[in-house]
């Protein structure tokens, strides 16, 4: 992984971006500039599938820093996030020593308790240093987790040390890059988004979904990435459960494309709204003659556009 410079000016930043296939507004660049820049995380919040966690992958693949993920989940506890003593081989050790005839506890319970025991789990390892840079840490989906697991985070994005009762304490010579995503399931604490640098993920106008399509989909013809995105962006304007993301926009294009679809017609879309849709309401809201109906007003405007 070739090792690059951190981006000078919010220019660089989207060009760095673009390096790596990512089409970003510059008010996310100057946002990500400033996050490198000053060492703050930065907090990315949005619906989901809008792209944030692309973006910490990006950050990792421009920069050739390791990607460390925290995936969280309700009930994510220190154990899975941070470290945990590796039990059965305390265990052997332990009676390894007894069979020895080794009698001295304190020096057994210093031995079990060293390092070498210590199973690192993603928050650990990014306090480690690495040849190649500090890491790009990914918190994703913060909202998941609930208040306590945010309060310890507290530390961590403060100070970026963690303390090991049996070891002490252990700080990072050179901060992590942190980014930290929410689906915005629930509010998260304003102690942790102090932390942080703040920027709203949202939906893409139609401009730069057309230019994200054909950079992640480059088969697909002009006509029909006009037309999905068209379609996408008027389906977003409906009332349903959960409007389609970017990351939906890219698995229906995908799908078309591989059903050599060459135009969007009522019936090819109804037959393909699972690639786009991921709830039953949503699909059954969009009947035949919704779907006609939507398709006619996006081939029109698009019409009206040339």
Same mark, same amino acid.
């Given at each position: 992984?070739?090792?690059?410079?951190?981006?000078?000016?919010?220019?660089?930043?989207?060009?760095?971006?673009?390096?790596?296939?990512?089409?970003?507004?510059?008010?996310?660049?100057?946002?990500?500039?400033?996050?490198?820049?000053?060492?703050?995380?930065?907090?990315?919040?949005?619906?989901?599938?809008?792209?944030?966690?692309?973006?910490?992958?990006?950050?990792?693949?421009?920069?050739?820093?390791?990607?460390?993920?925290?995936?969280?989940?309700?009930?994510?506890?220190?154990?899975?996030?941070?470290?945990?003593?590796?039990?059965?081989?305390?265990?052997?050790?332990?009676?390894?020593?007894?069979?020895?005839?080794?009698?001295?506890?304190?020096?057994?319970?210093?031995?079990?308790?060293?390092?070498?025991?210590?199973?690192?789990?993603?928050?650990?390892?990014?306090?480690?240093?690495?040849?190649?840079?500090?890491?790009?840490?990914?918190?994703?989906?913060?909202?998941?987790? !609930?208040? @306590?697991?945010?309060?310890?985070?507290?530390? #961590?994005? $403060?100070?970026?040390?963690? *303390? /090991?009762?049996?070891?002490?304490?252990?700080?990072?010579?050179?901060?992590?890059?942190?980014?930290?995503?929410?689906?915005?399931?629930?509010?998260?604490?304003?102690?942790?988004?102090?932390?942080?640098?703040?920027?709203?993920?949202?939906?893409?106008?139609?401009?730069?979904?057309?230019?994200?399509?054909?950079?992640?989909?480059?088969?697909?013809?002009?006509?029909?990435?006009?037309?999905?995105?068209?379609?996408?962006?008027?389906?977003?304007?409906?009332?349903?459960?959960?409007?389609?993301?970017?990351?939906?926009?890219? !698995?229906? @294009?995908g799908a078309l494309t591989e059903l050599d #679809?060459? $135009?969007?017609?009522?019936? *090819? /879309?109804?037959?393909?709204?699972?690639?786009?849709?991921?709830?039953?309401?949503?699909?059954?809201?969009?009947?035949?003659?919704?779907?006609?109906?939507?398709?006619?007003?996006?081939?029109?405007?698009?019409?009206?556009?040339?």
């Open positions: 992984m070739t090792i690059t410079p951190l981006p000078t000016s919010i220019d660089e930043t989207l060009e760095l971006m673009a390096k790596a296939g990512y089409v970003g507004d510059r008010a996310l660049a100057t946002v990500l500039y400033l996050a490198l820049r000053m060492g703050r995380p930065l907090f990315l919040e949005g619906e989901a599938g809008v792209g944030k966690t692309e973006i910490a992958k990006v950050l990792s693949a421009a920069l050739g820093r390791r990607l460390i993920r925290l995936q969280c989940y309700e009930g994510l506890d220190i154990s899975s996030a941070v470290y945990e003593w590796n039990y059965g081989a305390q265990m052997i050790a332990i009676r390894m020593a007894e069979a020895q005839g080794e009698g001295d506890r304190a020096r057994i319970e210093h031995d079990v308790f060293s390092e070498r025991f210590l199973i690192k789990r993603p928050l650990l390892q990014a306090l480690e240093p690495d040849p190649a840079g500090p890491p790009v840490l990914l918190i994703d989906e913060i909202d998941r987790t !609930d208040e @306590a697991f945010e309060a310890f985070l507290l530390e #961590v994005l $403060a100070d970026f040390q963690i *303390t /090991v009762p049996e070891l002490g304490t252990v700080k990072a010579a050179q901060p992590p890059i942190v980014v930290v995503t929410s689906n915005r399931t629930r509010e998260v604490h304003d102690a942790l988004k102090r932390r942080c640098l703040y920027h709203w993920v949202g939906y893409p106008n139609a401009e730069r979904e057309l230019k994200i399509l054909r950079t992640k989909v480059p088969g697909i013809s002009r006509k029909l990435s006009e037309q999905v995105v068209a379609f996408v962006q008027a389906l977003r304007k409906e009332d349903l459960f959960k409007s389609p993301g970017v990351a939906e926009t890219l !698995d229906w @294009a #679809v060459v $135009a969007l017609d009522p019936a *090819t /879309v109804s037959d393909t709204l699972g690639a786009l849709l991921k709830y039953q309401d949503d699909i059954a809201r969009l009947d035949g003659t919704k779907v006609k109906a939507l398709l006619d007003e996006v081939k029109s405007e698009l019409r009206a556009a040339e």
